[in-house]
Structures are given as structure tokens and as C-alpha cells.
């Protein structure tokens, strides 16, 4: 029989996003976070920038806004993006009193740096590791809280919805989640009034990614199997600056270092070429530099490009850079004295689970805040340090519209359908999910990378279509297991991904394809229905 687990709030995720979320609700409210590793493996804790605020006299909320808007391509909805900024400074006090030790110095009291695509200093961050501090003081918080229980090692396998009651056909609303207990290889349901979705996005969608392995687009590919709209899914930021070595994957090397001085040059010449793609230079958006890069390594058939900050104080480099300086070290790369060798890698998921202001879904009952979600923050493509922002203010955002109405949420109707294991088996073919794992990566990094054409998608599509039939099959022979359920949930973002990007028939943002190069006089978000 399924355990299951009574909460008032199910929060899937334990992140930025999810813990924000969890410490603004009431504290008389039962709180589950579920986690699909360690409380700590989400993609908060390897964030190292930094979160953008108007915190400096001389900036404001309007550059901030206008900055946003201009990275996102115009396609970004400015009453959201207003919101985001507006909230931004109490959102680094509040982190600020659970003690998180942003860096000192300046007028405002901290010590900002600049990011590509800002016009102002307005980075707070604690060194070059803000992501793991931000982590450490929420969790630290949490612990505090006794109406919150963690539960790690718990992935998320679909929403419980009317059709999981025992008439089944209920109203179409969210009442909690399936998950499977890694450990017990069982799985469970967690139910509640409300269930909050901060998941994170699907980066690892891609061959080459900046993120841990668990970015893969679990709560969108969820929310869309339960009913709801996603939006703008063709919009994949690839990080311009992520380590180029043969024994270590996915290390980023921030954006701050080139906002501190740092320039992109050749492997060998050590010629600077950002400025001959934008008047920016290595302080241009996020989606401008990533294809410059990958521009010049197609060119000259190179594997990797030169960030080069030696020629600051090594004193400075060191101060400003300590995790990725000493990282490099032990890999024989020292940063004051040798430029580092990267290249771009898929780093952040712009589009997601559609969302209000209040962080609501179209399904009742559920809401999403972060990466998992497309609130119209980030348009054609995010703007750096706005992404853990982001779930701040809609962890909160969410956690208030739940406290505000919650009396009125409908509680689960008893009972709610245990998990049917009666017709399916322990797999003998674990071969088949680990095949094409790696096949939804090769052909999403080769077909629908940061350059794409019409025959390129149309060869994904066709791919995945396959690849889906082969994952539904096994999924409806073989019992659960955690590879299958990533395995499930990128099949069906990689098949939002392509779809979004073949129905864009311009080049905006992070989509830009050979056959439409012009941006249409018109944004336009691409929404999918289920």
C-alpha cells in the first residue's frame, strides 16, 4: 500500500524558490519540501554571482527595469518585471537578517559589482560563492521552523489530480505529488491544499550544461501532463563561461569576472574579439557573447576560447574570486597568472509552467515560482543575477497568496488513489533509459543549440518522437526508478523545447535561427496547450 503523508502546503523543491516559499507561510501551517537528492544539491548552491537590486544612490528602479527589458528583447512583461525589481531590496534584507554575509563596502553599505547587459553596479553577492550562502542561511532557517519537514532523496514522478481520486474525473485541480523515496525504492503520496512547484528548469536537457544533474525540467514536464500551459520553452540560456576541461564538467566561471575586467580572447593570438560583435564588449548580454564564442570556435575549429583577468592585481583576483580561483589551482590553472580556457554551455531555462503575479498555475491548487516557471521576468532571454531574484520575491509572492486564501483552498477528498504497481515489473533493460539519455542530450546540443535552422528541429522533433514512444512503453512495463523518471521528464521538455522553437519564426534572444535572422515588429510570447 502507498504511504501517504497529510500536509497543508507540498513544496517540491528545495532551492531558493522552495525555501523562500516555506519560510513565508504561516507558521501554523503543516509544510512538507520534498527534495529529489540532498536538501542542498539544487541549482541555488552553485549559483555564484550574485542577486541584482537597486541598492546604490545614482541607480534606479526604472534603469533596472529598462535593463531587464532590453536583455529579454522586449518580449518580457513589464508589470511582472516592475514587480520583480520593486521587491528586489527587501528581498536582500530579508537574507541579509537570516544572515547570509554579503560582502561590505560603498555607499549602499555593500559592496556591488556589474554583470553583463546592467548599467549600474547592483550585484550584491558574497564573493564568488553567493548561491551556497544564500542555500546555507535558508536552510538554517528552516531548521528553525518546526512546522516545515524536509523530506530529501525524494523524486517527484506526477501531480495528484481529480483523476487520481477513487471516482476519478474530479475537478481538474492539484491536491499534492507522487514521489518516489529513492532510498526505500517506494513510492508515496504527499498531499495538501496547496502544492508550490520550484523544481528548477531543464538544462540538462543539453550535452554540455552548467548545472547539476537534476536539472531536468521535473515540474514543467509535470504541470504539463496535469493540464497546464507552458510558455516560451525555445528560450535556453546558454552561460557564455563555463570551464573547458577533460576531467571536470559543468564548473561555471561567473559573470562577475568579466563585469571585474575580465576579456575573451583567441588561443593564441590572445586577441580580444567581443568588441567586434557588440559595443558592449564582454559586458554584452548573456545570448550576444555565447554566440560570439560559439561563432569563433566554428570559425577556427576551436575547442575552447581564453577569459583572460591576469592582467588585474593578483591580490584583487584572489579577493573577489576565491572559490574559482583555488578550484583552478588544484587543476594547475593559476587565474592571476593564465587566462581560462571555456566554453558556453546550456545554463538557464527562461520559459516554464505559466504563472501570475501570485505565483498561480492554471490549475487550481497549484503554483510555481523560479526557474520552473515563466512569470514574463525574463522575455527572449534573463538578465544576469536576475534569476535567484526571481525566486525570491515569487517564493514569497506564492507563500502570501496561500496564507491570504488558504481557508478557502479545497482540502484533498479522501480517498486519493494509491500507486498501481500491479502490472509492471523490476526492469531488465536499465540499458535502454541510459541509451537514451544520452541520445536526447547528443541530439538536442547538435540540433537545437545556441545556432538552429527548420531542418535541424524537424530532425529533433522527429527524434524525440521516437525517443517518447520507447520511454512511454518501458515506463508502462517497468517499476520507477529515478533515472526513468528524469529519463520521462526530458523527453517531454526536449519535445516543448523543439516545438516552441520551431513555431518562432524570428531570431529573438536566446532563439536565433539561420532561416528567420530578423526580429518580427511584434513580440510574441509561444504558448503550448496541452
Known amino acids: 500500500m502507498t504511504q501517504s503523508h497529510s500536509f497543508d502546503v507540498v513544496i517540491v523543491g528545495s532551492g531558493a524558490a522552495g525555501l523562500s516559499t516555506a519560510l ?40 533596472h527595469v529598462e535593463d531587464t527589458v532590453r536583455a529579454g528583447a522586449g518580449l518580457n512583461d513589464r508589470r511582472t518585471v516592475e514587480f520583480v525589481v520593486g521587491n528586489a531590496p527587501a528581498a536582500i534584507d530579508r537574507l541579509a537578517a537570516l544572515g547570509v554575509p554579503f560582502d561590505r563596502g560603498g555607499e549602499a553599505g555593500w ?38 519537514v524536509l523530506f530529501p532523496g525524494r523524486a517527484a514522478i506526477d501531480l495528484a489530480t481529480g483523476r487520481h481520486t477513487i471516482a476519478g474525473g474530479g475537478e481538474p485541480r492539484v491536491w499534492g505529488v507522487y514521489a518516489l523515496d529513492r532510498a526505500a525504492g517506494r513510492v508515496e503520496l504527499f498531499t495538501g491544499r496547496a502544492t508550490v512547484l520550484a523544481t528548477g528548469g531543464a538544462s540538462r536537457a543539453w550535452l554540455y ?15 504539463w501532463r496535469a493540464g497546464c500551459r507552458v510558455s516560451n520553452m525555445e528560450f535556453a540560456q546558454f552561460h557564455p563561461t563555463c ?3 577533460h576531467d571536470v564538467r559543468n564548473f561555471l566561471i561567473t559573470e562577475a569576472m568579466r563585469g571585474e575586467g575580465g576579456q575573451l580572447k583567441l588561443p593564441g593570438s590572445g586577441r580580444r574579439f567581443m568588441p567586434a560583435f557588440d559595443a558592449r564588449a564582454e559586458l554584452a548580454p548573456r545570448d550576444v557573447v555565447a554566440r560570439a564564442i560559439d561563432h569563433e570556435l566554428k570559425r577556427l575549429g576551436l575547442d575552447y576560447v581564453h577569459l583572460d583577468i591576469s592582467h588585474r592585481d593578483p591580490v584583487f583576483v584572489r579577493a573577489h574570486f576565491p572559490t574559482i580561483a583555488a578550484r583552478l589551482a588544484d587543476l594547475g590553472i593559476d587565474i592571476t597568472r593564465q587566462p581560462i580556457p571555456v566554453v558556453p554551455a546550456a545554463h538557464y531555462t527562461c520559459g516554464g509552467v505559466v504563472v501570475d503575479l501570485d505565483g498561480r498555475s ?3 491548487g497549484l503554483y510555481a515560482a523560479g526557474e520552473v516557471s515563466m512569470s514574463g521576468l ?47 515489473t523490476d526492469s531488465d533493460e536499465e540499458v535502454v533509459v541510459h541509451h537514451n539519455w544520452r541520445e536526447i542530450r547528443r541530439f538536442m546540443w547538435d540540433y537545437v543549440g545556441i545556432v538552429r535552422t527548420t531542418k535541424r528541429l524537424e530532425r529533433a522533433l522527429n527524434r524525440v518522437a521516437l525517443l517518447r514512444q520507447e520511454t512511454e512503453d518501458y515506463y508502462g512495463h517497468f517499476r520507477v526508478t529515478a533515472d526513468l523518471i528524469e529519463l520521462r521528464s526530458l523527453v517531454t521538455v526536449a519535445e516543448l523545447i523543439v516545438r516552441s522553437a520551431l513555431a518562432r519564426k524570428e531570431s529573438r534572444g536566446l532563439h536565433y535561427t539561420l532561416d528567420y535572422p ?3 515588429p511584434e513580440a510574441r510570447d509561444t504558448v503550448l496547450v496541452p
Open 24 to 63: 513565508s507561510l504561516a507558521p501554523h501551517l503543516k509544510v512538507a519540501v520534498l527534495a529529489k537528492g540532498e536538501i542542498s544539491e539544487g541549482s541555488t548552491a552553485w549559483a555564484q554571482g550574485g542577486i541584482a537590486a537597486v541598492l546604490e544612490p545614482g541607480d534606479t528602479f526604472e534603469s
Open 111 to 148: 559592496h556591488l559589482t556589474r554583470e553583463g547587459g546592467h548599467s549600474h553596479r547592483r550585484i550584491v553577492h558574497v564573493a564568488d560563492a553567493t548561491g551556497a550562502a544564500v542555500q546555507q542561511a535558508l536552510e538554517k532557517a528552516v531548521a528553525a521552523r518546526p512546522n516545515i
Open 209 to 223: 550544461s552548467t548545472n547539476p544533474r537534476g536539472s531536468t525540467g521535473d515540474g514543467i514536464a509535470m504541470a
Open 243 to 245: 570551464l573547458y576541461h
Open 362 to 364: 492554471d490549475l487550481p
Open 378 to 424: 525574463h522575455g527572449a532571454n534573463r538578465l544576469a543575477s536576475n534569476s535567484v531574484l526571481e525566486c525570491l520575491v515569487f517564493g514569497v509572492a506564492s507563500a502570501e497568496h496561500i496564507n491570504l486564501l488558504f481557508g478557502d483552498l479545497t482540502p484533498p477528498p479522501p480517498p486519493m488513489r494509491a500507486w498501481d504497481e500491479s502490472r509492471v
Open 518 to 520: 530578423e526580429v518580427l
